[in-house]
């Protein structure tokens, strides 16, 4: 398989979820919490798969950062066929809604999108919550191509398995993808950083911080017995990490 991470740039999160871009001239002054926003397209013999799909950060020109490094890889956002969403948070979500001439579309018209219901009817419980962007999740929903995911866990295709493991949301859920002898893991935002392998601690910014510490020291030890690659969203410097 072949892994492309889509960095958007590093930011910082406000209290209110502001995402401010960092830079050599503000990363020393700038409050709030420290994270890169970065998708990963992962290509197979049979799909082009996406991880999540950022914030839909765009540079100086107007365009998506992402875009730009699909174009530089020789790739086109039809050519994706599967936005996998672990879970609805903005910064998870904003990329895979463009506005156009013609209203809201989606940022990959080709790509089947996989949700899971129960997290969508959680978030649709927190409206205020600043975590949530709903004027863009309610567009999202009403794309065509969704497929609303219901099971705790399952197999998507012979190689994407997914399972609904909680922590940072009631019901985010996680990803393999495995092709020939090699497997790709994304943990999302239970894993976020791989700092998060190194201090093993319950972070009180997740719905249930317990078991997210604890779901890492079980990915921790499987990863290291399995050779998985681990993807990571939110690390500022690193993509992936093998253990």
């Known amino acids: 398989m072949r892994i492309i991470p889509l960095k958007e740039g590093n930011f910082s999160a406000s209290k209110t979820k502001e995402f401010t871009l960092l830079t050599e001239e503000n990363f020393d002054t700038i409050g709030g919490i420290k994270m890169s926003v970065q998708p990963f397209l992962i290509i197979t013999e049979n799909d082009?798969?996406?991880?999540?799909?950022?914030?839909?950060?765009?540079?100086?020109?107007g365009t998506t950062v992402a875009s730009e490094i699909l174009k530089k890889e020789n790739i086109r956002p039809e050519q994706i066929t599967k936005l996998l969403l672990s879970h609805l948070h903005k910064d998870h979500i904003?990329?895979?809604?463009?506005?156009?001439?013609?209203?809201?579309?989606?940022?990959?018209?080709?790509?089947?999108?996989?949700?899971?219901?129960?997290?969508?009817?959680?978030?649709m419980d927190k409206k205020g919550n600043p975590s949530f962007d709903f004027d863009i999740l309610e567009k999202?929903?009403?794309?065509?191509?969704?497929?609303?995911?219901?099971?705790?866990?399952?197999?998507?295709?012979?190689e994407i398995t997914y399972?609904?493991?909680?922590?940072?949301?009631?019901?985010?859920?996680?990803?393999?993808?495995r092709e020939n002898d090699e497997t790709a893991f994304y943990g999302a935002d239970d894993l976020p950083q791989a700092s998060y392998l190194k201090y093993h601690l319950a972070y009180k910014s997740d719905f249930d911080g317990r078991k997210a510490m604890e779901l890492r020291l079980k990915w921790e030890k499987e990863a290291r017995e399995n050779n998985w690659k681990i993807l990571l969203y939110h690390d500022l410097d690193k993509a992936i990490v093998e253990v």
């Open 140 to 158: 999202l929903i009403q794309l065509p191509n969704i497929i609303w995911m219901n099971e705790d866990r399952g197999q998507i295709t012979d």
């Open 94 to 123: 904003e990329g895979a809604v463009k506005l156009t001439e013609n209203g809201f579309e989606a940022a990959f018209p080709n790509a089947q999108m996989y949700i899971q219901k129960r997290e969508l009817d959680f978030a």
């Open 163 to 177: 399972e609904v493991v909680g922590g940072h949301t009631p019901f985010m859920q996680v990803f393999w993808i």
């Open 48 to 61: 082009y798969i996406l991880l999540d799909a950022g914030i839909g950060w765009k540079n100086e020109s």
